[in-house]
């Protein structure tokens, strides 16, 4: 197997290590990133099974996730 060095940021090595999975290879972390995106249809229908009160709570989470990201921008 030919393996080439990287060079990358701490900051970029500590990214990558929270996206890997306990028995996979940096290596294989990469590839599965970076893979080709399967068609997002995959998903159409895989909320119709839950509560009102779910699906409220979901969308006041993503409103508040979206309200500290765009805070988190326009700070920078």
Not at 2 to 12: G, R
Not at 34 to 40: L, P, V, Y
Not at 52 to 66: A, C, G, P, T, V
Request: proline share 1%; hydrophobic share 35%.
């Amino acid at each position: 197997m030919v393996t080439k060095t990287l060079t990358i940021t701490k900051d970029a090595y500590e990214r990558l290590k929270m996206l890997k999975k306990p028995d996979e290879s940096f290596s294989k972390v990469i590839k599965r990133i970076t893979e080709d995106k399967q068609d997002i249809m995959r998903f159409a229908g895989i909320l119709s099974d839950i509560s009102d009160k779910d699906f409220e709570e979901m969308k006041q989470s993503i409103r508040d996730l979206r309200k500290r990201s765009f805070s988190r921008l326009r700070n920078r």
